[in-house]
């Protein structure tokens, strides 16, 4: 094994499709900003996520042909260097088959506003007529439909899961890796729904973006995205919103945070008054219920709120010398009266019936698919959130035992090698320690947006190499909106949720990316802005729920924008501009 990783590949390298030969980081960027580690990859992707998007694709919504994605290794996406990259070339099957729908309008959608975006070149297959029938009924139904029951039994089977997760202490080696593998069949049917609910959630705001261009009104696309209620990536927020007003009204629950976090929960548990009794209570039911969201939370290896629960602490601190205005819900319901309002506006200035119902429709759809798609979603990172919970006692046994020094490393295994290690742990030692070596190596690197053709790891560029040009004052940089409103704060660059320490009320977080984790972070920030993204992106969908203007896709913000420097996001056009 001392030479799985060379100059060039690494363990969990994909294939290059030849059938699909475009590769992208977007979206992927932001769902795994970095490497995934190898049992990731092999584990929950190879064997689960992506069989379930390969499902989804053909069985649920019918964009692709059983014959056009590989039945094992489905090229809906690609592993290179350790890092995800979704299948450019495959993706825009989506734009030629889905009706009123054009392919390079889908990849913008899908990539944002990037340099690279390559000119659409239309392929013979590409265009199919019976499935864009289908697809027609599909959307149509997607305007009017009030249930999606496949979409709700995600959330039971994923609550089912937390709910009947055993005493992982009790269970041997062998069968803590049969637990955290029984997982799987969860994963392909949670996810086989996801692709179908991102895809259905593009419709109400396609219909109802042309609509609102015909009279004159397409700025207001992005309100009508905002307060919609039910979104469950947002649900943490609302929740720790409540314990930061908790410790600003308690005298001492506000001193036990005064004197820091590392040591917190342990002065709550010896305090044992009512206050922090009320406190413990509160915040063991949030992390039974949130405690799968993580950064990064595709990865395994990645801790979660529930492993590491100082970033949900550190939320309730920014959020407890919040001002009472600064509530969530009650932004959350001004933003819903505001859309409802404009609803009805908009739909009285409709030129006849039949464009005022078409556009109540899209408004209606709206309100169901983008919190049904984050439901999904949702649903897949609770299952996971239960294989690394029983992978980190794995982990944890093999720290004692020596066999590595991190328990987050019984993920440098491939999922095929899981029952020889609970066997024999010991042999794996050498191979655990230097995988994790070369593993730690692929963070140096800067995985292209696009991969046009193979390329060699040794040809990929390290970070340190790229450089930006820092925007000076009165310089604008363009993006896309992601979230509506206009804020000034001061810019705040986070490269981690997890330094997030000296977040102050108002300022305004850039960036690389945002998955649901960082979104309590959001309460208390003046505005977001994110190198990359697009207006369906979890980060948009959360920062119009509540109500913080955002910019996507300002491409190197993290660079350009200097730390600490008052700048102005407008989350109408996207565009940053630098005072």
Request: hydrophobic share 40%.
């Amino acid at each position: 094994m001392s030479n799985e990783q060379n100059a060039d590949t690494w363990i969990t390298d994909w294939e290059y499709s030849e059938r699909y030969p475009v590769y992208t980081r977007a979206n992927a960027g932001e769902v795994l900003p970095d490497p995934s580690s190898p049992l990731n990859v092999s584990l929950v992707w190879n064997k689960g996520l992506n069989i379930g998007w390969r499902e989804g694709y053909v069985e649920h919504l019918g964009t692709h042909l059983a014959s056009e994605l590989d039945e094992v290794m489905p090229e809906t996406l690609g592993n290179f260097g350790g890092y995800h990259f979704t299948n450019f070339s495959a993706t825009e099957l989506n734009g030629a088959r889905l009706p009123g729908m054009t392919v390079p309008e889908w990849n913008r959608l899908w990539v944002g506003d990037h340099p690279d975006l390559p000119d659409y070149v239309e392929k013979p297959g590409h265009a199919n007529a019976e499935l864009t029938a289908r697809l027609a009924e599909k959307s149509a139904w997607a305007l009017t439909t009030d249930e999606f029951p496949e979409a709700e039994e995600t959330k039971r089977r994923a609550d089912q899961a937390r709910a009947n997760r055993p005493d992982l202490s009790t269970l041997n080696d062998q069968q803590l890796v049969d637990h955290a593998r029984s997982f799987v069949p969860d994963l392909i049917f949670c996810y086989a729904y996801h692709p179908v609910t991102t895809t259905l959630s593009t419709v109400g705001p396609a219909v109802a973006g042309a609509l609102l261009a015909s009279i004159g009104e397409a700025d207001k696309l992005g309100d009508l995205l905002s307060g919609l209620g039910g979104v469950d990536s947002a649900a943490p927020s609302f929740a720790l919103w409540n314990m930061g007003r908790l410790v600003a009204g308690s005298d001492e629950l506000t001193t036990l945070f005064d004197n820091g976090l590392a040591t917190l929960l342990d002065a709550v548990d010896a305090s044992g008054s009512p206050d922090a009794k009320q406190f413990r209570m509160d915040f063991d039911d949030f992390l039974y219920k949130y405690g799968s969201r993580a950064p990064n939370e595709w990865d395994i290896r990645s801790d979660s709120w529930e492993s590491k629960p100082v970033l949900a602490l550190l939320a309730i601190n920014g959020m407890r010398l919040s001002p009472d205005s600064s509530d969530p819900e009650l932004i959350r319901q001004r933003n819903e009266t505001k859309r409802i309002a404009l609803t009805a506006e908009l739909a009285a200035k409709m030129p006849d019936e039949a464009t005022r119902q078409s556009f109540l429709d899209a408004a209606k759809s709206i309100t169901r698919f983008m919190p049904w798609r984050e439901r999904t979603k949702t649903a897949c990172v609770k299952v996971m959130g239960e294989m690394r919970t029983a992978l980190y006692e794995l982990g944890h046994r093999m720290v004692a035992r020596g066999v590595m020094e991190d328990h987050h490393d019984v993920t440098m295994l491939l999922a095929d090698e899981l029952d020889a290690f609970a066997a024999d742990p010991e042999s794996f030692k050498e191979t655990i320690a230097q995988r994790r070596e070369q593993y730690l190596a692929l963070f140096d690197l800067e995985p292209p947006f696009f991969l046009f053709e193979p390329l060699p790891l040794s040809q990929w560029p390290k970070r340190t190499e790229h450089k930006a040009q820092i925007a000076v004052p009165g310089e604008s940089i363009a993006g896309v909106s992601g979230a509506p409103g206009v804020s000034r704060g001061r810019a705040r660059i986070l490269h981690d949720p997890y330094d997030a320490e000296h977040l102050e009320e108002g300022d305004i977080i850039i960036a690389p990316q945002t998955d649901p984790a960082w979104t309590p972070l959001f309460v208390f920030a003046g505005g977001v802005v994110v190198n990359v993204g697009s207006t369906i992106t979890h980060s948009s969908i959360v920062c119009r729920e509540l109500g913080i203007p955002c910019a996507v896709s300002v491409q190197d913000a993290t660079a350009r924008i200097p730390d600490g420097a008052m700048i102005e996001v407008d989350g109408n056009t996207g565009t940053v501009t630098v005072l």
